[in-house]
Structure formats: C-alpha cells, structure tokens
C-alpha cells in the first residue's frame, strides 16, 4: 500500500513540475503601434522631468 502511495505523489509530481515552471514564464510584452522609443524624445523629456 505504501509503495502504491509513493507512486501516486511521484506521479503528481512528475506531471505538476513542467506546469509550474512554464506558468513562471511570461510573455515578453509587445508596444503598441505609436508608442515605439524614441531616443531623442526621451532624452528631452527625462532632461526636463527627471535629471535633477
């Protein structure tokens, strides 16, 4: 009976690992059309607003 038991945790175990480590992993976020980087812009805007 104990064997059995062991068996059944190792089992769930096998099958819940892979499910746990790809839900650790998220999709890397996508910008929206118009909201690409802008080097120069962002210089001025960090020069007025944050550089201090």
Request: hydrophobic share 40%.
């Amino acid at each position: 009976m104990t064997l059995k038991f062991n068996h059944f945790f190792l089992m769930l175990a096998l099958i819940a690992l892979p499910l746990q480590v790809n839900a650790q992993q998220p999709a890397p976020p996508h910008p929206s059309k118009g909201l690409m980087p802008n080097p120069t812009q962002g210089k001025r805007l960090f020069e007025k607003n944050c550089a201090q």
